[in-house]
């Protein structure tokens, strides 16, 4: 494998249900990042991670968990969604992110549909 | 505050034509990037190039080029000649404290 990787690249589910998406770089960064990519709106930056440790918090609801158990590894655990939830996921890396324009490289993102 | 403005929603042209898609930032930062993503219909951002606030030089990759003018706070990507595969959405983005700002893109049709 190579890049980034994101998976499952589909997900339906409904309020009451319990998931996880899951992000895996190959690219030995250090930093992580999920977006949201809804319709006609800019993507909007989520969290970010950098060597494991949260650095940002986009204000998003409590319903959205993060998890970085390395730098390799994202997950991004759903519980009690809404139906406004419903988006494209998309997840990235960089090498550590300092604000000095490291390039983000994207993975395929996971289209997720809250019932 | 970053912002970054695309203008054009959506551009339809006929193939072998060239097209420019516009960009507009804004950010009171003195040294920053500029990005340009291309996001195909299978969901990816690719990356395209990055561009820094120093250097204004025009670039050249094959049937693509940008123009960095910051005198008018813009930077714009021109397609020489498309193709049906530059059939995307565009996205332009500015690099802010901890993350990238991106403007809510251009899709691009090439119509064969």
């Known amino acids: 494998e190579t890049g980034v990787t994101q998976t499952p690249r589909h997900l339906v589910m409904g309020m009451t249900n319990k998931k996880s998406l899951k992000c895996e770089q190959h690219?030995?960064?250090?930093?992580m990042y999920w977006y949201k990519q809804s319709a006609k709106k800019p993507l909007e930056l989520m969290f970010v991670?950098?060597?494991?440790?949260?650095?940002e918090n986009n204000s998003v609801p409590s319903r959205f968990s993060p998890e970085c158990p390395n730098s390799s590894h994202l997950f991004l655990h759903l519980h009690t969604l809404q139906p406004e939830d419903s988006a494209l996921y998309l997840c990235?890396?960089?090498?550590?992110?300092?604000?000095?324009?490291?390039?983000?490289?994207f993975g395929p993102g996971t289209r997720l549909t809250v019932l | 505050a970053q912002k970054v403005t695309q203008a054009q929603t959506e551009i339809s042209v006929v193939e072998k034509e060239d097209v420019t898609l516009d960009c507009v930032y804004e950010?009171?930062?003195?040294?920053?990037?500029l990005f340009w993503y291309k996001q195909p219909p299978s969901g990816e951002l690719v990356f395209l190039i990055r561009?820094?606030?120093?250097?204004?030089q025009n670039e050249i990759s094959g049937r693509y080029s940008w123009n960095f003018q910051k005198s008018t706070s813009s930077f714009n990507f021109t397609i020489t000649a498309s193709q049906v595969v530059d059939s995307a959405v565009y996205f332009c983005?500015?690099?802010?404290?901890?993350?990238?700002?991106f403007g809510t893109g251009t899709r691009l049709t090439v119509i064969p």
């Open positions: 990235s890396s960089s090498i550590p992110a300092g604000g000095h324009g490291d390039t983000q490289y």
């Open positions: 690219l030995g960064h250090n930093a």
């Open positions: 991670y950098n060597f494991k440790e949260q650095t």
């Open positions: 950010t009171r930062d003195t040294t920053y990037y």
């Open positions: 561009r820094n606030s120093f250097d204004e």
């Open positions: 983005a500015l690099t802010g404290a901890n993350n990238l700002f």
